[in-house]
């Protein structure tokens, strides 16, 4: 899938997607200082690793409006989750991975005692700082968004040991926990409000639909550089072109945007919403063209030169 044709037809589809001109928050240069010092003093950089994440930049496209703190907040989850989804999530070693998964889920419920593991230790000071902001209603839910994410990572282990690639209806439904975007979702109420308890389940297609949505961006940028059976275009790909998969891939991407697009509206139309519930509904599309943005300018994603 690396070849030097295949990347310009992948360049190509993933120019073809949908997407809207989108402006970063002013505040990205200094969120990447406070980010970068905070995962040093963590560990969580030795290598440079943290840093080629870009998640920074990734909270900033994403929320262009939200305050500073707020992006800080998204820049050091995003750039804890991508290093510890490399480490443990994409480990071979289910046994280590629960027992990982458990002593984060045990931090986020009750603030217990990390130990000298730098990703708990991490993780520990986040809630922290999430605490001085949110209700403990919206910890519970953060927590269980993170489990869901844990549950992402492991469902996808047995196929990336195996090499098997799931069918199209099971990757979607993987895919959309291990992106691992529903925890980043929950910080859209630490800008701009939270959710009432009683329309949390509102929100929970247009989470999903969006949460698909930047994981096909991924996807296309990702399988250029890696052979991955987790990959939308090689769940996709069997005995097919890939110009046939692409085009399903741009098609595909299309009709979700669009789909997010009526649930957002309808969201909207409810007039038991909250202007809090408002600005989150619409910030998930800015998310996703956010979401855009950044893949196309991050060192992780980036592809080498097409000819």
């Known amino acids: 899938m690396n070849s030097q044709a295949h990347m310009s037809e992948i360049l190509a589809a993933v120019q073809r997607l949908p997407h809207e001109s989108v402006v970063p ?29 870009c998640c920074w930049s990734c909270a900033a496209y994403a929320l262009p409006g ?9 820049a050091k989850l995003i750039g804890w989750m991508f290093v510890f989804d490399d480490e443990y999530g994409e480990g071979t070693d289910p046994t280590a991975a629960m027992e990982i998964f458990d002593g984060c ?6 603030g217990g005692t990390p130990g000298k593991n730098a990703y708990l230790m991490a993780l520990k000071d986040f809630r922290d700082q ?25 469902f996808e282990m047995p196929y990336r040991q195996t090499a098997l690639v799931p069918s199209p209806r099971a990757y979607r439904y993987l895919r959309t926990l291990s992106i691992g975007l529903f ?42 550089k890696e052979e991955d059976s987790l ?32 649930q957002i509206r309808a969201l909207l139309s409810l007039t038991e919403l909250t202007p809090a519930e408002r600005k989150i ?24 030169t097409a000819v």
């Not at 200094?30 to 290598?47: F, I």
């Not at 001085?132 to 992402?152: I, Y």
């Open 25 to 53: 928050s002013p505040q990205m240069d200094h969120v990447r200082k406070q980010v970068l010092r905070w995962a040093r003093q963590y560990g969580l950089d030795a290598d440079g690793h943290f840093e080629q994440t």
């Open 105 to 110: 889920e045990q931090i986020l419920r009750h």
């Open 183 to 224: 925890p980043p979702f929950d910080l859209l109420e630490l800008a701009w409000g939270e959710i009432q308890d009683s329309h949390v389940r509102l929100f929970r297609e247009v989470r999903q639909t969006s949460a698909v949505l930047c994981a096909i961006v991924n996807d296309l940028y990702s399988v250029a």
């Open 281 to 304: 509904a619409r910030s998930l599309r800015a998310w996703v063209h956010g979401n855009y943005a950044w893949t196309k300018l991050c060192a992780r994603y980036k592809l080498p």
């Open 66 to 74: 939200a305050p500073a703190v707020v992006i800080e907040l998204a």
């Open 231 to 262: 990959n939308f275009v090689t769940v996709m790909s069997a005995d097919r072109s890939l110009e046939s998969v692409l085009e399903d891939s741009v098609a595909m991407y299309t009709h979700l945007l669009a789909q997010q697009d009526d």
């Open 130 to 154: 999430c605490g001085r902001l949110a209700s403990e209603a919206w910890m519970d839910r953060f927590a269980t968004s993170m489990t869901l994410f844990f549950h992402g990572c492991l």
